[in-house]
């Protein structure tokens, strides 16, 4: 019974003469002695041992078969998908005005319309609910909830649906907090509302200057007094946008946090991400599987996992996770209609799929699917964690998306301290 080959090894420095053993693709991990993986290489484990280890998918039958079954894991889930997710942009209006963000050009002009509202709800009535799917819904800006108007007129008859059909609706926000109270939220839990990203960039001297109304007003103590008003009712799931020069700053954020009196174990993983340069009409910061591998940025992402988890707060385990590109059954919906499988590749009209009002091209050749199906990658002991990794990363450094965007240097450089702090200072 051979090693999987989706498998890291690293020295345990606790404990001399020992290894951690960490499977990529089921995010498990375990200590052995470097006897015990002398035994498992040359096949002469003792049964309990073997199956422990198989249980763990550190151990596999064969290695060809589970290469065969890594490559067609994706054409399986999306097979067996019984639920469909949306990021549907409601607006592109918003009442902050942050220096880094592309929508002041059009601040005011993007509304979704009334009939493009209906459009949507009838393509997901016909083509999710009424066959059987549960949906998801990510309402995204601009600011959505100067939208709140229009999610209500998307929410309320896909709610209905799906109790009709006995399917299951729910949905999210990706807001700046400003207008997440305790009224908003309680008017909108009965139409399945269950968490909200939220963006806080640093402390409140950075974040004010990074995320001021329009009227220049800092928004600070606006959102951590909402997030302390609504945090018990749905998931907070808190993020940050860091540069280079701010980075150390950031986890004073979490100190705010603590003394506004926020609960950490209430909330949903921490995500701080870079700032990024804006995309061909987008502004990327709110995509969390961008990674990039610059040595400052290795050291920012492990400082601030450290700090984060230092503090009580929750982050993201290393996960089997595939770009939604892939997913068949996730889609990112305009304000206009447009159609696009990732919020960061909006505005690049390469990237539109189709539109609710003609439906869905065939986008497997514009969107380079399968594209991390070659050898190099079914080898690779990070296939489970990168896929290939980020078209719209890819776009950014090449200008296209034509071949992988290689992960890894990046992971060579963090998982291994990754695991050692999931180990030391995660939560179990
Ligand atoms: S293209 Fe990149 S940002 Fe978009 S879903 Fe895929 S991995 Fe995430
Ligand atoms: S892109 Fe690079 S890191 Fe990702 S699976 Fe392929 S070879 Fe591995």
């Known amino acids: 019974m051979p090693l999987s080959r989706y498998l890291k090894i690293y020295p345990d420095p606790d404990r001399p003469g020992s290894v951690l053993l960490y499977s990529t693709r089921k995010g498990s991990v375990v200590r052995a002695s470097e006897t015990l993986l002398a035994s498992a ?169 990074q995320r001021p109304f329009i009227s220049g007003k800092g928004s600070f103590k606006t959102i951590v007094s909402n997030l302390y008003s609504v945090y018990d009712l749905i998931t907070i799931n808190p993020g940050g946008n860091f540069t280079r020069d701010n980075y150390h700053e950031f986890p004073t954020m979490l100190d705010a946090l603590l003394a506004a009196g926020i609960d950490p174990a209430q909330l949903g993983p921490v995500q701080f991400a870079p700032i990024h340069p804006k995309s061909g009409g987008h502004d990327l910061h709110a995509a969390a599987c961008v990674f990039g591998d610059e040595p400052w940025l290795i050291e920012a992402n492990l400082f601030l996992r450290k700090e984060t988890l230092r503090r009580g707060f929750s982050v993201e385990k290393p996960h089997m996770g595939v770009c939604m590109i892939e997913l068949t059954n996730n889609l990112v919906v305009a304000y206009d209609g447009t159609l696009y499988k990732c919020p960061t590749l909006m505005g690049w009209p390469e990237f539109a799929i189709g539109t609710l009002a003609d439906g869905i091209n065939d986008y497997r050749h514009s969107y380079n699917l399968d594209i991390w199906k070659n050898d190099e990658c079914l080898e690779c002991s990070y296939l489970p964690l990168c896929f290939g990794g980020c078209r719209f990363f890819n776009k950014l450094k090449t200008g296209s998306i034509d071949g992988v965007d290689c992960r890894r240097a990046m992971l060579d450089a963090t998982l291994e301290t990754i695991v050692r702090q999931d180990l030391t200072l995660g939560r179990q």
């Open 41 to 209: 290489r040359d096949g002469l484990l003792a049964e309990p041992e073997q199956a422990l280890l198989r249980r763990l998918e550190l151990l596999v039958d064969d290695a060809l078969v589970e290469r065969k079954q890594m490559e067609g894991l994706v054409d399986q889930t999306n097979a067996r998908s019984t639920v469909f997710s949306a990021t549907v942009v409601l607006t592109l209006e918003c009442n902050l005005a942050c220096p880094y963000c592309f929508e002041d050009n059009f601040r005011g002009r993007h509304v979704m319309s009334h009939e493009t509202a209906r459009l949507l709800v009838s393509h997901v009535k016909r083509n999710q609910i009424e066959r059987g799917r549960d949906v998801e819904i990510r309402f995204y800006g601009g600011e959505p909830l100067m939208a709140l108007h229009m999610l209500k007129e998307i929410a309320i008859p896909l709610l209905d649906a799906a109790t009709r059909a006995g399917t299951k609706f729910t949905c999210s926000l990706v807001t700046n907090a400003t207008m997440l109270t305790r009224n908003v939220v309680e008017d909108l839990l009965p139409l399945g509302l269950t968490s909200a990203q939220v963006t806080l960039d640093g402390p409140q001297h950075i974040h004010d200057r």
